[in-house]
């Protein structure tokens, strides 16, 4: 699969460094096309092409996600992202503390390099898969919390949430999971979803994968312990449909359960729910 | 917000909010332009940011750390918190 990669510029800080070294590897040793950040920032006619033909991958030095944000805020996908400060937190490396990258950083950078071309290189089916389930309904009764000129819908039934704005919805023994009309509304446009992958194992309260939009990076907190069995290809592919459609088509993933009778005492029903955002509503 | 409460336990039993590594806060304020919730605040002298209002912090929540490029901000072990929590729901023993 051809690609392009647009990285931080590497000027700031060490991981950003790292960054600019794996947009570089990646050139000659995976056929990359390098977007430059500020080229990119005066003229997006110049990498139409490009990025009209080439998976994207935006590799981010630091939480600042300047690349990722640029090609945001110009309205390109991104295809996949690498965070460089994230991926130094899961390794055992500690980063030269300087600009020219010394064995470490180097060395980092091509772990990264490795892991990109293993997976551009992967067959293209395996990263997200459709749930065994199938589709289900869409609620068809819904609470309403309204605050000024926002309105909150929370479905009246089958669906219960946890405090940071998650949605399970168990029907004969099958669990789907996403997020709340107020917390897609509070972050606007979704437009990364970093799925958990399949087969994992994860507590309440644990993660399952993150949601970005312009505003924010939200951890998406699991409502329940389990196996996820599916992550929903829907979503991945087009994360507005979160958006548009939070308690039907715009589910993340689907859970065997391990421990539902306990992690639903922990869990809120609608109503209380409805309470607990107009709390929040109020608050911000 | 006294009142407040996360799994029915009261908020202010909570250890959960974040902190800010001064050694590595470059005052961006990025945190607390993102945090809708008003957890940090901007003052005058040498930290022009605070945790003013760490009760304010939604339980579990990390967003103003993704929002950190210097990485100065940190959590407490979202594992341990939990125990914390089902432990107060014992003792309480809230529904």
């Not at chain 1, 056929?31 to 920032?41: K, T, W, Y």
Request: charged share 25%.
């Amino acid at each position: 699969m051809n690609s392009a990669i647009l990285s931080c510029t590497g000027l700031d800080k060490p991981e950003g460094s790292v960054a600019r070294e794996v947009a570089i590897r990646m050139a000659s040793s995976a056929d990359s096309e390098i977007i430059c950040p500020v080229l990119l920032n005066r003229s997006l006619a110049r990498y139409k092409k490009s990025l009209a033909e080439n998976t994207l991958i935006a590799v981010d030095g630091c939480s600042t996600r300047c690349a990722s944000k640029l090609a945001e805020g110009l309205g390109i996908k991104i295809d996949r992202k690498v965070l460089i400060s994230d991926v130094l937190k899961s390794s055992a490396v500690t980063l030269e503390p300087s600009l020219n990258l010394g064995p470490n950083g180097l060395g980092l950078a091509q772990a990264v390099v490795d892991d990109l071309v293993q997976s551009l290189n992967a067959p293209s089916e395996p990263i997200p898969s459709a749930a065994p389930s199938g589709a289900f309904p869409p609620p068809t009764e819904h609470l309403m919390v309204t605050h000024d000129k926002f309105e909150f819908r929370i479905p009246a039934t089958d669906y219960m949430f946890n405090e940071n704005d998650v949605w399970v919805r168990v029907v004969d023994g099958v669990a789907h999971v996403g997020i709340s009309d107020y917390m897609q509304q509070s972050l606007t446009d979704i437009n990364y979803f970093d799925a958990t992958k399949t087969d994992t194992d994860v507590d309440q309260f644990g993660e399952l994968g993150s949601l970005e939009s312009a505003k924010a990076v939200f951890e998406i907190i699991a409502p329940a312990s389990g196996t996820v069995v599916a992550v929903n290809a829907e979503t991945v592919a087009n994360p507005g449909l979160i958006n548009e459609d939070p308690y039907g088509r715009g589910w993340l993933v689907e859970m065997k359960l391990s421990n539902w009778p306990e992690d639903r005492a922990l869990l809120l029903k609608p109503e209380a729910y409805a309470k607990t955002v107009k709390h929040k509503a109020e608050e911000a | 917000m006294s009142e407040a409460t996360f799994m029915g336990v009261p908020r202010d039993k909570i250890s959960w909010h974040p902190t800010i590594d001064y050694e590595k806060c470059n005052f961006c304020m990025e945190c607390a332009t993102f945090c809708p919730h008003r957890v940090f605040e901007q003052r005058e002298g040498d930290r022009r940011l605070v945790v003013a209002n760490p009760n304010n912090c939604v339980v579990l929540c990390r967003a103003c750390s993704k929002t950190c490029g210097p990485d100065a901000l940190t959590f407490p072990d979202k594992q341990s918190t939990i125990a914390e929590i089902k432990q107060i729901r014992e003792q309480e023993s809230v529904q």
